[in-house]
């Protein structure tokens, strides 16, 4: 059994910063890949960014490209989502994903104006 807890979500003014934490326990991440989605009111559930096993390939939508950077950190079991010059159209509930079917709970950016 994985258990993955976001934290770090919060409010936000518009081209302003926050770092998105994804902990893990259960299993070492370092065996995984791992990924961020995000899910806005009345949308569907979207790829935000992906890093490899062992952190040499990292992968965004288009989107949040240039802005946010996935990293890892093996030792700590931690995932981070660094997200840049926020946007309004960043909200959503932000979910580390483990392929395989596992998620956390999801932690709240808002991005006001």
């Known amino acids: 059994q994985m258990r993955l807890v976001e934290s770090g979500g919060g409010l936000v003014l518009a081209g302003g910063s926050l770092r998105l934490s994804c902990a893990a326990s259960?299993?070492?991440?370092?065996?995984?890949?791992m990924g961020w989605f995000r899910q806005a009111p009345g949308k569907e559930r979207e790829f935000v960014a992906g890093?490899?096993?062992?952190?040499?390939?990292?992968d965004y939508a288009d989107s949040v490209k240039g802005r946010f950077t996935i990293s890892r950190d093996d030792a700590k079991n931690t995932v981070y989502l660094q997200m840049n010059s926020l946007k309004p159209d960043d909200t959503a509930v932000y979910y580390c994903h483990r392929p395989g079917g596992y998620w956390g709970q999801g932690t709240q950016v808002t991005v006001s104006s």
């Open positions: 890093i490899s096993v062992n952190g040499g390939n990292t």
């Open positions: 259960g299993r070492n991440l370092r065996n995984y890949a």
